[in-house]
């Protein structure tokens, strides 16, 4: 198989995890005879350092032609602090989602059993968790029209849904779910928004093409305080772009931390992949960072955009295999750990290759 991946390291942290993650398409490759080639772009506060534009005309030319997008992270403390910044490194990444049609984000929350202590909740509410999250990604109040008085006294952000929008993603989870426990939970705010009655509207009309697949319909209040109480009673969770985004944060905790959960945007071409966690210019060039979510949207990558399971399967094995080990970022670290089992990003991208015989 010959494929040309685009790698975006974007700003702070991604910088150094997107490295890790090329390493393993490297050593995949080389071991079960895959070409793939790599070029690479820039995207967020770099690019705006550079161009004054968050998303380039090049590097959108080149996610256009690319087979695949290896992604890292996004944002800069300085825009956090100037809510008045009319360039924002988001922007870019809310356009290449909209350029692209990556219309569905896909999260899975795989809890490995060595990291059972190393989230807030208890082992044994966590065992056994295994929740796939589908998000809308190119509607909802992140793209509707945004206002602002001349006096500043007033803001309006308006949340927006079409029909064919909330149609395809809920096709999509559907048809994963069949492949799970055949069980799907649609989240919305239906007691209060207008939008969240069209969501639910289609949803069931939806689930009648899928009579095999058991539905349940949730408000975002109780799916948030359920996902933390009994995370296990979730499998396929199908939700709209705000929702999702405040979710799928609150499960990292699921998994024991951000630096673990690697997610997909996906829509019917180029595929976008990338980890959950943010830009952590508090750590960036430290060597601290968790690269294991870039390496595990590596295997999404594998997996969703070329089909290649067995390679994708070898690299979720070498991430476990490592944690099987005892080998811990800090951030995945508990107070039993010992020292020498704490590695750096570096030392830690190098543990998973060496697992990947």
């Known amino acids: 198989m010959k494929k040309n991946i685009l790698v975006i390291p974007g700003d702070g942290i991604g910088q150094e995890v997107t490295i890790w993650g090329k390493k393993v398409l490297e050593k995949i490759g080389q071991k079960y005879g895959h070409e793939f080639s790599f070029d690479e772009a820039i995207m967020g506060h770099v690019a705006i350092e550079a161009t004054g534009n968050p998303l380039p005309d090049e590097t959108l030319e080149k996610a256009k032609s690319s087979d695949a997008i290896l992604f890292g992270a996004i944002g800069h403390a300085k825009y956090d602090n100037d809510p008045s910044a009319k360039v924002r490194p988001e922007q870019g990444l809310l356009k290449i989602r909209k350029e692209l049609g990556l219309y569905a984000n896909l999260r899975p929350i795989l809890l490995f059993d060595e990291l059972l202590d190393a989230s807030s909740l208890k082992p044994e509410v966590l065992k056994g968790t295994d929740i796939l999250f589908f998000r809308e990604l190119t509607g909802d109040v992140y793209f509707g029209e945004k206002n602002r008085s001349e006096d500043n006294n007033f803001a309006s952000d308006l949340m927006n849904y079409n029909r ?17 426990s ?8 239906a007691n209060v928004l207008e939008t969240s009655r069209l969501w639910r509207e289609v949803v069931q009309e939806i689930a009648t093409e899928y009579p095999d697949v058991e539905t349940e319909h949730m408000f975002i209040d109780n799916a948030a305080m359920q996902l933390v109480k009994n995370p296990k009673k979730f499998d396929v969770v199908l939700t709209a772009n705000l929702f999702g985004d405040i979710l799928t944060d609150e499960a990292s905790q699921i ?24 830009s952590a210019h508090d750590i960036a060039g430290q060597n601290k960072a968790n690269p294991l979510a870039s390496i ?5 990558m594998l997996d969703i955009s070329f089909g290649l399971q067995d390679e994708a399967k070898e690299v979720t094995g070498a991430v476990a295999a490592t944690l099987k080990a005892g080998w811990r970022t800090g ?18 991208g190098a543990k998973v290759l060496e697992f990947i015989k």
Do not use: W
């Open 331 to 348: 951030d995945i670290a508990n107070l039993n750990t010992p020292a020498d089992k704490i590695l750096g990003t570096q030392e830690m």
């Open 164 to 180: 064919y929008e909330v149609e395809r993603i809920a096709r999509k989870a559907y048809e994963a779910a069949r492949t799970r």
């Open 182 to 189: 055949k069980k799907l939970c649609s989240v919305d705010k």
């Open 296 to 300: 595990l949207s590596v295997a999404l």
């Open 255 to 278: 998994a024991g931390s951000m630096g673990m959960l690697a997610s997909a945007s996906i829509g019917d071409g180029t595929g976008f992949f990338e980890p959950i966690h943010g």
